[in-house]
């Protein structure tokens, strides 16, 4: 069974940066499609990035776009979001999630780490 396992929340300012990570389990993550989705307090969910297998191809949110990246290294099972010039509007909880079916839907999903960014 795949599980997913982020890290690297926290409380920062505006303007800092903050690095998350997301471990996932088993042996062919380098076949997963990988993303990452946010739920700010009183909204729904919504999609902030994601990557393709091979890293080549990332896609992302207009409102992260230029200040957010995505990237893997699938020797250490693991997908990063570098998180830059955050705003107050960037608080929520951040969920790791993996696609395991090429073309499909994201169905594990991780516990969620929480990012506060104060102004």
């Known amino acids: 069974q795949v599980q997913v396992v982020e890290s690297g929340g926290g409380l920062v300012q505006a303007g800092d940066s903050l690095r998350l990570s997301c471990l996932v389990s088993g042996r062919t993550f380098s076949t997963y499609r990988m993303g990452w989705f946010r739920r700010a307090p009183g909204k729904e969910r919504e999609f902030v990035a994601q990557i393709s297998s091979s890293g080549i191809i990332t896609s992302y949110a207009d409102s992260v776009k230029g200040r957010f990246t995505i990237s893997r290294d699938n020797a250490k099972n693991t997908v990063y979001l570098q998180m830059n010039n955050l705003k107050p509007e960037d608080t929520a909880v951040y969920y790791c999630?993996?696609?395991?079916?090429?073309?499909?839907?994201?169905?594990?999903w991780g516990q969620g780490t929480q990012v506060t960014v104060s102004s």
């Open positions: 999630a993996a696609a395991l079916v090429r073309g499909g839907a994201y169905e594990t």
